[in-house]
């Protein structure tokens, strides 16, 4: 019998319990952390020879040069016409839906003149343009997530992104079909068979053979995720993701196997997943928790998902609906599931959530691979301020400014006073120069 925990909003301890639960302590490990500072400072200083040397003692690779970590456009083709039928049909129907979604999400440049009779003539706007390069991180080994290319390079295509890179560890040179395929679909230029901090690093420094990207995207191990955080700065980057989340809200009326599944659907990322059903019905609680136990030993990682359910999952018994929605915007989480008859008119009710899935049909799942909108969300609480990857991410805004004779005039005066205001005669004196010209 899982050991999950079971709420109700009505205890006296429930906010106490509540904020227990969804506590995730995220402080580093000063070993993790020194180990990813020497690995960085080693391949800014070293550049190709380190990321080999780690590549070797890490991935058990015995590289003598780049070139050998690195995969031609040839070998990606061919991993894409090797696959078999239905495997290829998949990966491209996933492909492009997630095109067609991120199509619609680019930024546009804009811009207008001042109608103002002082500072006629001034234009002001914004311009758009994508990143020059980006890096692409993606797991290797135990775990290989072909749709992580798709969602990571899909976008950056849309957005116009002219080069990108990306690197996948491959331990003991064992390649992913499924992820090299991915790659040649979603237009990767060039591919490393690196991980680890130190392909990080290379990606945010640059080598003699790797160049410097402008954005270091894609999820990681704990090493990953302190490199993302330590070179950023030098380069941007997407989000330090913490462990995977689901939060169910049930009406009491879908099929209890179908809710087990999906809970099960993210406890089987890692231990530190969360998993939480919230629902007004106490006996439709009950019967989702007997199914948690009747599917449970048909599961392959049923060891991880018992894990998860026992150390983050929780059973949530609630007043009504619109309480449930109240908690769901406090937990903010990176997958919600509305699970209703009636789901489309609770939408509005919610603020905060990485993705919502609308109906006792959509499940979390079908947004991981194929629906289109991108599987690449804030955890932790972060969607409170926080969205999904998107095309966006990979441009840039930069304002544009012109202003007339008339408008330095006027605008001259104002900026003036508020530097002198400021205590910096400089910035009001250019601005007077204008002025008394």
């Keep these: 019998m899982i050991a999950i925990k079971r709420l109700s909003s009505t205890d006296p301890d429930f906010n106490e319990r509540l904020d227990a639960l969804l506590a995730f302590e995220a402080a580093q490990d000063a070993c993790v952390e020194q180990a990813v500072a020497d690995i960085l400072s080693e391949v800014k200083a070293r550049g190709d020879a380190a990321v080999i040397e780690y590549t070797r003692r890490f991935d058990a690779l015995s590289a003598n ?4 970590l690195e995969l031609s456009q040839s070998e990606l083709q061919q991993a894409l016409a090797a696959l078999p039928p239905t495997q290829r049909q998949a990966l491209e129907a996933a492909a492009e839906r997630v095109r067609s979604y991120h199509q619609r999400q680019p930024l546009q440049s804009w811009q207008y003149e001042d109608e103002g009779e002082k500072t006629h003539g001034t234009m002001l706007g914004q311009k758009v343009t994508p990143l020059d390069r980006v890096g692409l991180y993606v797991p290797g080994g135990k775990a290989s997530y072909p749709s992580s290319v798709l969602m990571n390079a899909i976008p950056a295509r849309v957005a116009g992104v002219r080069e990108l890179i990306m690197v996948v560890p491959t331990p003991a040179g064992e390649h992913n079909p499924l992820v090299l395929a991915a790659a040649a679909l979603a237009g990767v230029d060039r591919l490393f068979t690196i991980g680890g901090a130190q392909a990080i690093a290379a990606l945010a420094y640059g080598t003699q053979t790797i160049p410097q990207v402008d954005k270091i995207v894609g999820p990681g191990n704990a090493y990953v995720a302190a490199a993302k955080r330590r070179v950023y700065g030098v380069v941007g980057i997407d989000m330090v993701a913490g462990p995977s989340e689901i939060l169910v809200i049930c009406d ?8 087990a599944m999906d809970l099960f659907s993210q406890a089987e990322h890692d231990e530190l997943a969360q998993s939480i059903l919230i629902c007004p019905d106490t006996a439709y609680i009950e019967r989702v928790a007997a199914a948690l136990d009747d599917l449970l030993p048909t599961m392959p990682r049923r060891r991880v998902i018992r894990a998860a359910l026992e150390n983050r999952g929780a059973l949530i018994q609630v007043r009504d609906l619109d309480e449930a929605c109240h908690i769901a915007n406090r937990i903010a989480p ?7 008859a009636d789901a489309e008119t609770w939408v509005d009710k919610i603020r905060h959530a990485g993705a919502i899935f609308i109906g006792p049909y959509t499940s979390e799942a079908l947004g991981d691979y194929c629906a289109g909108p991108n599987h690449v969300l804030p955890t932790s609480g972060s969607a409170r301020f926080s ?5 966006y991410d990979f441009q840039k805004r930069t304002s544009l400014i012109r202003v007339s004779q008339a408008g330095s005039q006027t605008l001259g005066r104002i900026a003036a006073t508020l530097a002198y ?3 910096l005669p400089a910035h009001a004196r250019s601005a007077e120069y204008r002025v008394e010209s």
Excluded at 65 to 68: D, G, I, L, V, W
Excluded at 334 to 339: A, D, I, N, P
Excluded at 387 to 391: D, E
């Design 65 to 68: 040069s780049m070139a050998e």
């Design 252 to 259: 009491g009326q879908t099929n209890p196997d179908w809710v």
């Design 334 to 340: 990176e997958h919600l599931e509305l699970s209703m």
């Design 387 to 391: 969205s999904p990857l998107g095309v």
């Design 421 to 423: 205001g400021e205590g």
